[in-house]
C-alpha cells in the first residue's frame, strides 16, 4: 500500500535561517506532487506542484523554492525565513491520472521566530 | 474563475444524529470532480468522498454520502449516525478536469456533542 511521509512535524526557526522540509511518497511511481501552506483558521493554499522529476510549478510567488530530486521525494526550502512563512503545511500526492483525489501527510507546523 | 462556498462556518450536533454540511461552487465547465476532505484536530487532511461531475449518481462511503445538484451547482455532505470522532473542520473543494490545482472552501468546523 501505498504512503505518504513528512517531517520534520514541529518546527521553530529563527527570521533569517533556512528552512527544508521533505516529504516522501512510498508504494507508487511517477505521483504527482503537493505543497501546501495553510493559516491559522483557514483553507489551503497550493505553493507548488510537480508531476515528475526535476519538473516544479509555482503557484504563488515568495520566499519559498521547491524541488524534486527522486521520483518519490519532494522537498521544500527557503534560504532565508521570513515572519510571514509561519503557518501548517502539507504535502500531497495523487496517482497519475489527475483528479483521484490526493492523500496528505501528516503536515509540519512551522513557526518562525 | 471558479470559487467554493461553505455558508456554515460552524455547526454543532448531538452524537447519533444526522448532520448536512453545505458546499455550493461556481464555474463554467462542465467536467470537474468535487471533494470533501476531514480536518480532525491532528490537522491531517483527510478525504472523505470524492464525485464526478459527469455521475449523475451520488457517492456513498458508509455514513458519509453527498447530494450532488449539478445545475444547482450544490454538492452538500450528509453524516449519518455522527460520532464523535466526526468532530472537525470539513473542507469542500474543487477540480477542473485535467488541472492540478484544487479550489477550497473555507471550511464547516462540526462538533460533535456526546
Known amino acids: 500500500s501505498q504512503t505518504i511521509h513528512q517531517w520534520p512535524a514541529t518546527l521553530v526557526q529563527p527570521v533569517g535561517s533556512p528552512l527544508s522540509l521533505e516529504c516522501t511518497v512510498e508504494?507508487?511511481?511517477?505521483?504527482?506532487l503537493y505543497w501546501y501552506r495553510q493559516a491559522a483558521g483557514r483553507g489551503l493554499q497550493l505553493l507548488f506542484y510537480?508531476?515528475?522529476?526535476?519538473?516544479i510549478s509555482s503557484e504563488v510567488p515568495q520566499n519559498l523554492s521547491a524541488s524534486r530530486p527522486q521520483d518519490r521525494q519532494f522537498i521544500l526550502s527557503s534560504k532565508k525565513l521570513l515572519l510571514s512563512d509561519s503557518g501548517f503545511y502539507l504535502c500531497?500526492?495523487?496517482?497519475?491520472?489527475?483528479?483521484?483525489?490526493?492523500?496528505f501527510g501528516s503536515g509540519t507546523r512551522l513557526t518562525v521566530v | 474563475a471558479q470559487t467554493v462556498t461553505q455558508s456554515q462556518p460552524e455547526m454543532s450536533v448531538q452524537e447519533a444524529e444526522t448532520v448536512t454540511l453545505s458546499c455550493t461552487y461556481d464555474?463554467?465547465?462542465?467536467?470537474?470532480?468535487l471533494f470533501w476532505y476531514k480536518q480532525p484536530p491532528s490537522r491531517q487532511m483527510i478525504l472523505v468522498i470524492r464525485?464526478?461531475?459527469?455521475k449523475q449518481q451520488n457517492a456513498t462511503e458508509n455514513r458519509f454520502s453527498v447530494n450532488f445538484q449539478k445545475a444547482a451547482k450544490s454538492f452538500s455532505l450528509k453524516i449519518s449516525d455522527s460520532q464523535l470522532g466526526d468532530t472537525a473542520m470539513y473542507f469542500c473543494?474543487?477540480?477542473?478536469?485535467?488541472?492540478?490545482?484544487?479550489?477550497w472552501g473555507a471550511g464547516t468546523k462540526l462538533i460533535i456533542k456526546p
Open positions: 508504494g507508487t511511481s511517477n505521483p504527482n
Open positions: 464525485q464526478e461531475a459527469y
Open positions: 473543494a474543487f477540480l477542473m478536469d485535467s488541472n492540478y490545482q484544487l479550489i
Open positions: 464555474t463554467s465547465e462542465n467536467n470537474y470532480y
Open positions: 510537480s508531476v515528475g522529476i526535476g519538473q
Open positions: 500531497a500526492w495523487e496517482p497519475g491520472p489527475l483528479n483521484y483525489g490526493y492523500t
